[in-house]
């Protein structure tokens, strides 16, 4: 079974600030692909970024880079110098190479304020 | 380049009733998936299609629930005697099918108050 948990439920920033999303996973899988997703108050889910296992380098895209960790099942996502428009659900998910099924953790609610 | 539509956005709807939602993937997508998401919480899964075939369901696809996609393209997913307990937001992605693990790609949701 495979299960991911986000153990921020809100955080609150200003604008301009650094907001970094923490979230863990659990899996038997060897091989397998992490994702971070956007929910803005629209409700869509916005695809974000994904790593696969088997590649730890960390990257940076724009404002956002993500630190993945396999040794401690981790793959945090960083937010920098927030704006306003960030202000959404951010959801991390898994899925096994070989599955389907996405499971996601509950989700980091994420408060920037002009 | 169109992404994955959904229809309605919002129902609204009594107890007892049966309600349809509808899905428009990406053109070139043949995997389909169905999400369901409560207040509060992440999606979870209920079913997926690779073409016209419905290849897995998830335990909290009840019998009162049934997806299809009849010729691959659009899916349906219908609840019967709907209840309470099935408000929520549902959720369409899809995606391609190959051999590395693509991106799902997820619609806007359709929003369902049961009262």
């Known amino acids: 079974a495979q299960k991911v948990t986000q153990a921020q439920t809100e955080i609150s920033v200003v604008e301009k600030e650094d907001v970094t999303l923490d979230c863990v996973y659990e899996t038997r899988d060897t091989t397998y692909y992490l994702f971070w997703y956007k929910q803005p108050p629209s409700g869509e889910l916005v695809f974000l970024i994904r790593r696969n296992s088997f590649d730890e380098q960390n990257e940076i895209s724009g404002r956002y880079s993500w630190n993945f960790q396999k040794s401690t099942s981790s793959f945090n996502f960083t937010i920098t110098a927030s704006q306003v428009v960030d202000s959404a659900v951010y959801f991390c998910?898994?899925?096994?190479?070989?599955?389907?099924?996405?499971?996601f953790g509950g989700g980091t609610r994420v408060l920037v304020k002009p | 380049d169109t992404g994955v539509s959904q229809n309605p956005r919002h129902k609204i709807t009594k107890r007892g009733q049966n309600v349809t939602f509808r899905c428009d993937p990406i053109s070139e997508h043949n995997r389909l998936y169905w999400y369901r998401q409560t207040l509060g919480q992440g999606p979870e899964f209920l079913t997926y299609?690779?073409?016209?075939?419905?290849?897995?369901k998830s335990r909290l696809l009840s019998d009162r629930f049934s997806a299809e996609r009849p010729k691959g393209s659009f899916s349906t997913l219908e609840i019967q005697r709907t209840e309470q307990g099935d408000s929520a937001m549902y959720l369409c992605?899809?995606?391609?099918?190959?051999?590395?693990?693509?991106?799902?790609?997820f619609g806007p949701g359709t929003r369902l108050l049961v009262l």
């Open positions: 299609f690779q073409n016209e075939a419905q290849l897995e």
């Open positions: 998910a898994l899925v096994q190479a070989a599955g389907n099924k996405l499971t």
């Open positions: 992605a899809s995606r391609l099918a190959g051999q590395y693990q693509e991106t799902q790609y």
